[in-house]
């Protein structure tokens, strides 16, 4: 082999490494955007009640963050409803919007404190006119995850999506741009990243659901039943 032909291929592997190591697992300067936030505008305490700050609340997904770009977001409604809906981003924030104090309860025994903003289902639910039979309404979110919970749970207890979270925008880790605040459930009916929400007269099982978590998860309940 050439003295040449060697001063070449040193760095062309060399080259190729540094591609690889860019193009594995690399964010863009969006996505890094979409995760860091001021905390100088984090809420620490709500009526009396202090926050866990969002560094130091825990974090659970299946497949890692997802990244959605809320210029094509749409949060489809669909199923057993009269008016089929496709709201964007912009439309969600433009609803009546409520804040409320909420604890998540993750199964596994973990927990945080928080203050969540957003639009509640009593509103989307009238405005799609869900239809009297239905009972149950599944969360489809953008990392393949599901879970459903009863029409009636979620009217009474006026349950809403949060885009939110202590006063920040719920970064992209945490769920951007809904998470469903299920008051009083356990962590995983809390669905993050939701695209679609559909509306049934059927039984359902989401991805933790189907392998034995219990589908009514109620905190301090059995965790499966
Ligand atoms: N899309 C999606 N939503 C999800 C999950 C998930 O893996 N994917 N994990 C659930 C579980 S098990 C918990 S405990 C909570 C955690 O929510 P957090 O990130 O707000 O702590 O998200 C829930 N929502
Ligand atoms: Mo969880």
């Known amino acids: 082999m050439s003295e040449k032909r060697n001063f070449f291929r040193i760095p062309v592997i060399f080259l ?123 969360f489809h979110c953008a990392d393949g995850y599901s879970t459903s919970l009863e029409i009636d749970y979620l009217r009474k207890n006026d349950i809403m999506l949060a885009y939110k979270l202590n006063d920040i925008t719920l970064p992209a880790d945490r769920g951007f741009p809904l998470q469903l605040v299920a008051e009083d459930k356990y962590g995983y009916k809390w669905a993050k990243w939701i695209i679609g929400i559909e509306i049934t007269d059927q039984p359902y099982e989401g991805y933790w659901e189907k392998v034995g978590y219990s589908n009514n998860a109620v905190v301090g309940g059995p965790a499966f039943e």
Not at 20 to 43: F, H, K, P, R, W
């Open 16 to 138: 190729f490494f540094v591609l690889l190591i860019l193009s594995s697992g690399c964010l863009s300067d969006t996505q890094v955007e979409q995760i860091t936030y001021n905390e100088s505008e984090e809420a620490t305490e709500f009526q009396g009640i202090e926050l866990t700050p969002i560094v130091e609340q825990r974090n659970n997904a299946i497949r890692g963050t997802q990244f959605i770009d809320q210029e094509t977001y749409g949060l489809e409604v669909y199923g057993l409803v009269d008016n089929e809906l496709s709201i964007s981003y912009e439309q969600l924030l433009a609803y009546p919007s409520d804040t409320r104090f909420v604890r998540l309860d993750c199964v596994e025994g973990w927990g945080f404190d928080a203050k969540w903003t957003g639009v509640t289902l009593n509103t989307i639910f009238d405005e799609a006119q869900v239809n009297e039979n239905a009972t149950n309404a599944i």
